[in-house]
Every structure is written in C-alpha cells, then in structure tokens.
C-alpha cells in the first residue's frame, strides 16, 4: 500500500522564523508533489506543487523534491499568524493523490 | 476564478437512509474524484471518474457507494444506505486533462448520519 508519512506535529514557530514541513512517500514511481493547507473545517487549498528535483519557491514558500530519497518538504520564511493550519502533503499517482496525515502548524505572535 | 462547488454544505440525515452528494466540477476539467475525510483523520481517496466510467476506486468505495455524472455538469456521489461510519466530510475534486497537474477541490459536504 502505497504511504505518504509527515513529520509529526504539533509543530510551534514564532513569528518570522522559517517552518519546516517535511514528508516522505514509498512509492518510487510517483510522478508530482502537492502541498495543501487545511484550516479546521475547509476543504484543502493547494499551496505549492513540483515535480521535479530540487527547489521551487513562491513567495515565501519553498518546495523542495529529492527523489532519489523519496522526501519532499515545505519551507514557510518569514512565518505569519495567519499560516497557522494543517498542512498536507500529497503525493500523485496518475490522478489519483494519497494524502499523509497532516502536520500541523502553529505561529505564535 | 472556476471553482469546484458543492451542495449540500451540511446534510444531515437517519442511518440507512440515501443521500446524493453533488458537485460541480470546473467546466473545462476532465477528470474529476471523491475524497472523504473523517473528523480528525487524513483525507482519503474514494473514486476516480473519467469519460464517464470509475477509473479508480478504493476499498472504502464498496457496493452502497456509486458516482454518476448525469448531465455533462454535475458529478454526484450516492451513498445507498448509509451507516454511521459514513459521518465525514465529502469532497469533490477535479482536474484538467493533464493528470500530473493540481487538482481543486470544492468546499465539501458536512456529511452526518445519526
């Protein structure tokens, strides 16, 4: 079966800090790489995806792939409030995406 | 900006009982799935569905689950007699004609069976 596993939470950060999301996937042949931030209730709202190795930013968002060791991870800089929530990884195989459980993540003033 | 949207919000309804779930997928999007997820759990995939036939399914979509895109619009999830376990909530998804790309999903149904 395939897995999807995320450092467990709760992960706490002070505001400004850089957030550390990280995951890791068993199967060797999947293809692209979401990461989704869930607020308590909502549905998942995609922050990033890549699907290459090596590093891919949006603004204050960093994706980064390794293929090879099977680990994809999110960087938040410059970490506000407002990015308090659940963040998941998920992990595509030809459409179909197999989510991990979540880390959640806490920003304090 | 083309979402994904969903009705109900919020059903709630007597186990044993049917309950349709709809969705409306982006309009140009070719594939289009349902995930649930229990309180307090991972999401979890349920159906795939392209040129209207299951293209995947998972354990949890057994013989009281059936999805149906009646009208070249909607995209609705039956669940035929349902049981208390069935309490999650239900989202629908749905992506372009690349399946590497993201998928959107739409707000979700509150689903509760008492």
């Known amino acids: 079966q395939k897995e999807v596993e995320q450092n467990s939470g709760p992960l706490s950060v002070p505001e400004g800090a850089i957030a550390s999301l990280n995951c890791t996937y068993s199967?060797?042949?999947?293809?692209?790489f979401f990461w989704y931030r869930q607020y308590s209730g909502k549905s998942p709202e995609l922050i990033m995806f890549?699907?290459?190795?090596g590093d891919k930013e949006d603004g204050r968002f960093t994706a980064q792939l390794n293929k090879a060791s099977q680990y994809v991870s999110l960087l938040i800089r410059d970490s506000q409030p407002s990015d308090s929530a659940t963040y998941l990884c998920?992990?595509?195989?030809?459409?179909?995406?197999?989510f991990g459980d979540g880390t959640t993540l806490t920003v304090k003033p | 900006e083309p979402e994904v949207t969903q009705t109900p919000s919020h059903q709630v309804t007597q186990m044993g009982q049917e309950v349709i779930l709809r969705c409306v997928p982006i309009?140009?999007?070719?594939?289009f799935y349902w995930y649930r997820q229990i309180l307090g759990q991972k999401v979890e995939f349920l159906v795939s569905?392209?040129?209207?036939?299951?293209?995947?399914k998972s354990e949890i979509f057994d013989d009281q689950f059936s999805v149906e895109r009646p009208d070249g619009s909607n995209f609705t999830l039956k669940i035929r007699s349902t049981k208390l376990e069935d309490s999650a909530m239900y989202f629908c998804?749905?992506?372009?004609?690349?399946?590497?790309?993201?998928?959107?999903f739409g707000q979700g149904t509150r689903l509760t069976v008492v």
């Open positions: 199967d060797r042949g999947s293809q692209s």
């Open positions: 998804a749905s992506r372009d004609s690349n399946v590497n790309t993201e998928a959107f």
């Open positions: 890549i699907y290459s190795n």
């Open positions: 569905f392209y040129n209207n036939e299951i293209s995947e």
């Open positions: 309009s140009n999007h070719l594939y």
């Open positions: 998920a992990v595509n195989d030809a459409g179909k995406s197999t």
